[in-house]
């Protein structure tokens, strides 16, 4: 069974930093490409950034300079750290592991208030 487990969401004041998690079982994850979506209240899921099985990474124009994503094929996980986050970040945050199939996680929630 295809597991992907979101972790590291929360409340953060704007300027401030949040690392997000998530931890892929049941799959081969090292032939995987990862990625990071994101969907606001009212809007539709929206693309954040990407990591291939190879290592290349792509980001969406938004989040570009303030968003890192890595993954460890060790322990199965890829990471989104996000610095200087705004308001405009809020939204839950989904992890994608696609190859021949595609698997989402259940979402974790970042909110950017002060």
């Known amino acids: 069974q295809v597991q992907l487990v979101e972790s590291g969401g929360g409340l953060v004041q704007p300027g401030g930093s949040l690392r997000l998690s998530c931890a892929a079982s049941g799959i081969t994850f090292s032939i995987y490409a990862m990625a990071w979506y994101r969907q606001a209240p009212g809007k539709t899921r929206e693309w954040v950034a990407n990591?291939?099985?190879?290592?290349?990474?792509n980001y969406a124009d938004s989040v570009k300079g303030r968003f890192t994503i890595s993954r460890d094929n060790a322990k199965n996980t890829v990471n989104l750290q996000m610095n200087n986050l705004k308001p405009e970040d809020t939204a839950v945050y989904y992890c994608?592991?696609?190859?021949?199939?595609?698997?989402w996680g259940q979402g974790t929630q970042v909110t950017v208030s002060s």
């Open positions: 990591i291939s099985s190879g290592g290349t990474i």
């Open positions: 994608r592991a696609f190859h021949i199939n595609n698997y």
